[in-house]
Every structure is written in C-alpha cells, then in structure tokens.
T-cell receptor, first 119, second 113 residues
C-alpha cells in the first residue's frame, strides 16, 4: 500500500525558533498533500493544501506567514513553523493520495505525525 | 465551523460486543470515510462510502450513509481489545481532484478484555 513518512517524529524547540517538518510519499507521487494539526484529545483540523509547483492554499484562520509550506517535488512537502511559540505545540500530520491511471485516488494515506513541543 | 460531529464522544464496551459510532456532517459530499487512530499515532483508513451508496461492509466493519439526513454510522461487530482507538469520520466535499477532507470530532472507543 501507499506509504507516507514524516520527519522528525518528535521535536522540542525553544520559543522563537523555526522548525521544519518533512512529509514524503515513499512509493507514489503526490501533486497534492495536506497538512493537519491535532491538539490533545481533539480531532484533526486541516491547515493547508500543499500543491506541487505552486502556492499552498491555507484554511481560514491559518497564518500563511507563520506556517510556511513548500512542495518542491512530487514526493516531498515541508511545513515550517516560524518563530514557534508554546501555543504552536501540537501534533502535525500530513496526508497524500496517489494518482493511479490518470485519476487521483479518493483514499488518503497519512504520515505517522510529528509531535512539536515549544518550550 | 464545517467540522462534522460524532457521537458518542466516548464508548466503553466489553470484548465481543458490537460498537456503533455516528457521524453527522453539514455539506453535500462526494464521499465519507472512516479512519482509526491509535493514541499518538497517524491515521489508518478503514472504509470509504460514496454519496450514491447506502451501505458498505469490510470484514467486521459496516458503514451506512444517509445523505438526506447528512449522517453516517460505523458498526464494529464482535469487538476486540485491539479495536481500542479513536475513530473519525471525514467528508470529502471538494470539487475536482483536491480530495480535501473535513474530519468529525471523533469517538474514543475502549474495548475491555
């Protein structure tokens, strides 16, 4: 099956620093990837849609200058949390779905998530 | 918020019993999907039901969809302790090929051995 990886799995940083999270589709190409944020005991909230070769589309209320997304290749999207603060501490998850025979599959495959703790 | 709602928020049952979770959503959809998440982990896709389908089965899972009521249910039969996890419904309402998913609030299922 399709596999999506994330790196790092866990990161602790000081307030004010920037943190980059990578999302890779290991055995398929993904023109579109999605980034979600999940707070403890809550559901996933879609942050943005990452588009290969073009700008990301952000959901309402998500600061694009705070959460920089780059989708430079068909297998890699990165999310950079700039000037991180304690309230940015969360579980960040990415997802992607493969193209098969000219059609994008409806099923999304999720990465294992990255737990960010900002001190 | 466009987020769907699930009930119950938490469900505790004994092994062997059936577990039913319900999901309500707000907009018209292309499909509805159910995912499972073990604590602190990523999501695993369970089953997808399209807007023109009413019921679907996969192993011990049975999903129903009522588009007139904008609701879906997930039934897990003969539950096992290993089924303990959070379960989320997610709706795909996007046009074209974006496949953007909006998740429900989730149900935390605990299956007691």
């Amino acid at each position: 099956g399709a596999v999506v990886s994330q790196h790092p799995s866990r990161v602790i940083c000081k307030s004010g620093t920037s943190v980059k999270i990578e999302c890779r589709s290991l055995d398929f190409q993904a023109t579109t990837m999605f980034w979600y944020r999940q707070f403890p005991k809550q559901s996933l909230m879609l942050m943005a849609t990452s588009n290969e070769g073009s700008k990301a589309t952000y959901e309402q209320g998500v600061e694009k200058d705070k959460f920089l997304i780059n989708h430079a290749s068909l297998t890699l999207s990165t999310l950079t949390v700039t000037s991180a603060h304690p309230e940015d501490s969360s579980f960040y998850i990415c997802s992607a779905s493969p193209w098969v025979a000219g059609f994008q599959r409806e099923t999304q495959y999720f990465g294992p998530g990255t737990r960010l703790l900002v001190l | 918020s466009q987020q769907g709602e699930e009930d119950p928020q938490a469900l505790s049952i004994q092994e062997g019993e059936n577990a039913t979770m319900n999901c309500s959503y707000k907009t018209s959809i292309n499909n509805l999907q159910w995912y499972r998440q073990n604590s602190g982990r990523g999501l695993v896709h369970l089953i997808l039901i399209r807007s023109n389908e009413r019921e679907k089965h996969s192993g011990r899972l049975r999903v129903t969809l009522d588009t007139s009521k904008k609701s879906s249910s997930l039934l897990i039969t003969a539950s096992r302790a290993a089924d303990t996890a959070s379960y989320f419904c997610a709706t795909d309402a996007g046009r074209g090929a974006t496949n953007k998913l909006i998740f429900g609030t989730g149900t935390l299922l605990a299956v007691q051995p």
